[in-house]
């Protein structure tokens, strides 16, 4: 069975630096998507970035990249120039090709400090 | 946009109750989903369907039921509310082919 595990509970940042945030994962898929969704407080879960895993270029979207590592699974999002609005419960989800179901992480609580 | 609708944000409910939780997605997506989300557990899978009529239990399914009568429509269903069943539902849809989820507004059930 698959796996997501976000180690990092809680993180702050300081407005306009950057932070990363790490997620690893366990599969013995070969074909699968990785996902980092934000959910702000009292606020609706939103796609922040996905990743094929055929594609060994690391996505990016805007301030947002990923460090997708597949050989040691993992997926890490860094966000730049952080901004207030960039707080929120930040979650790594493992999407599964055969299925369509995902896997979510523990989430990682990200403060932002001006 | 797509837009994921629940019918509650907020539901107080006694034990033993039969609770409804409703989902609706305009988007016309084939797949649905129903997850609760508990501090330091993420969200995990109750029940999801493919289809109308059509439904595969997730990873946690137990005391829970779910209906999906019209496309459009998934709903969430705890026959006999209890207590440890206090937590927040969402509710997500997606294309079949896609993966990328969009999520409902979540409800925040409370049983007493």
């Known amino acids: 069975a698959q796996t997501v595990t976000q180690s990092q509970p809680e993180m702050s940042v300081q407005e306009a630096e950057t932070v990363t945030l790490s997620c690893t994962y366990d599969t013995s898929e070969s074909d699968y998507y990785l996902f980092w969704y934000k959910q702000p407080p009292s606020r609706q879960m939103i796609l922040v970035i996905r990743q094929e895993a055929y594609k060994q270029q690391n996505a990016t979207e805007n301030r947002f990249s990923v460090n997708f590592q597949k050989a040691a699974k993992s997926f890490s999002l860094k966000i730049s120039d952080s901004q207030l609005g960039d707080a929120a419960m930040y979650f790594c989800?493992?999407?599964?090709?055969?299925?369509?179901?995902?896997?979510f992480g523990q989430g990682t609580t990200l403060q932002v400090k001006p | 946009d797509v837009k994921v609708t629940q019918s509650s944000r907020y539901l107080v409910k006694r034990t033993g109750e039969k609770v409804f939780l409703e989902c609706v997605q305009d988007m016309d997506h084939e797949n649905m989903f129903w997850y609760r989300q508990d501090p330091g557990l993420g969200l995990r899978l109750i029940y999801f369907?493919?289809?109308?009529?059509?439904?595969e239990k997730g990873d946690i399914p137990e005391g829970y039921s779910v209906s999906r009568e019209k496309k459009e429509r998934f709903s969430l269903i705890l026959e006999s509310a209890s207590t440890n069943q206090t937590s927040m539902y969402l509710c997500?849809?997606?294309?079949?082919?896609?993966?990328?989820?969009?999520f409902g507004p979540g409800t925040r059930l409370t049983v007493t």
């Open positions: 989800a493992y999407g599964s090709s055969n299925t369509g179901k995902l896997i």
């Open positions: 369907s493919y289809d109308v009529k059509m439904k």
């Open positions: 997500a849809s997606a294309v079949r082919q896609n993966h990328e989820q969009y």
